[in-house]
């Protein structure tokens, strides 16, 4: 049976510095942990009861392999997670400071390769949710390539497309515009548009929220949700606007708390019988974000992502 919610992008090591409130520079000892937005999505989805298929490319190596396994075994559709034998895995190098935030530096490699011609979009026929969260495809490239394949698709057959931006500027730098310009292009096709607080603003340069939903709707955003760490979330549909709690947790690392949360939207979202309309139920969309709200908050209780990621009987 077809994975519920398709997540192509990347699928990385991260190699997390074990030396507590340092930077990356100063760090000496590291941890290897499996990482990448959308496979940390996948991960919780299928930890919360839904399916999920990753979509992506890792290097024909022992990190590769690891990741691959990995994945597999927590029961994520891997039919697409292809192996490269000429890019070796992404790797990333991660750091974090005493108040749990994040130090990145990329080493990119296999991921950005995956390219439309590598897809046969009819296997996701059964799919409902098609979920855009790769921190790297906005860079260009390849999976750049696939993200618009893969947007027109949905939009060709009805999916629901989920759009997390996944900002991350030890990738973008300077290159700022480059950012918001892919993002207001994918923005106009989405149905459910998950972001910080930090990198709506970025997206449309406004700093009042009230302005920054406004913006995000006009163009093109049915269902927004921000998330404000401790603070819970902001829900907005069609421009109508609710918060939504979150619960109180002793946070060690934010690693994956943002991908825990939309994942735990699309895995409630999907088992729906309607999830185009479900999404636009703002009763509904309350009830689920309140239950995100508690995902991403637990993930933060231990290190790393997938694996500090909880599982329905965690959250119940």
Do not use: W
């Not at 920054?212 to 927004?224: S, Y």
């Amino acid at each position: 049976m077809m994975a519920k919610i398709i997540c192509p992008g990347e699928l990385l090591i991260d190699f997390v510095c074990d030396d507590r409130d340092t930077k990356l520079q100063d760090g000496e000892h590291f941890i290897k942990k499996a990482g990448g937005a959308p496979a940390n999505v996948c991960a919780a989805i299928v930890k919360l009861g839904s399916s999920a298929a990753f979509v992506g490319k890792v290097g024909k190596d022992s990190f590769g392999n690891f990741l691959y396994d990995m994945i597999k075994g927590l029961g994520v559709d891997t039919k697409y997670c292809l192996k490269d034998d000429q890019y070796n895995t992404t790797l990333a190098f991660v750091s974090l400071t005493a108040d749990g935030e994040r130090d990145f530096e990329f080493m990119r490699g296999a991921d950005e390769n995956l390219s439309p011609e590598d897809v046969d979009f009819d296997e996701f026929k059964e799919a409902s949710v098609i979920h855009l969260g790769s921190a790297t495809a906005l860079l260009g490239g390849e999976l750049y390539r696939s993200y618009l394949a893969f947007i027109e698709y949905a939009e060709k057959n009805d999916k629901v497309i989920s759009f997390d931006p996944n900002f991350r500027e030890a990738l973008f730098g300077q290159n700022i515009p480059l950012f918001r310009e892919r993002c207001k292009e994918v923005i106009k096709k989405t149905d459910i548009l998950k972001v910080s607080l930090e990198e709506a603003s970025l997206i449309t340069e406004e700093d009042d929220e009230e302005l920054i939903l406004q913006k995000l709707h006009d163009l093109g955003a049915k269902v927004i949700t921000i998330t404000k760490g401790k603070d819970g979330s902001v829900l907005s549909i069609n421009k109508r606007k609710e918060v939504v709690p979150s619960i109180p947790v002793k946070m060690v690392d934010a690693t994956g708390a943002g991908d825990a949360y939309i994942g735990a939207v699309l895995a409630q979202a999907a088992e729906l019988d309607d999830p185009k309309r479900a999404l636009l139920d703002m009763k509904v969309m309350k009830n689920i974000i309140a239950v995100a709200n508690k995902v991403g908050a637990k993930t933060t209780e231990k290190y790393g992502a997938i694996q500090a990621i909880p599982r329905l009987e965690d959250i119940n």
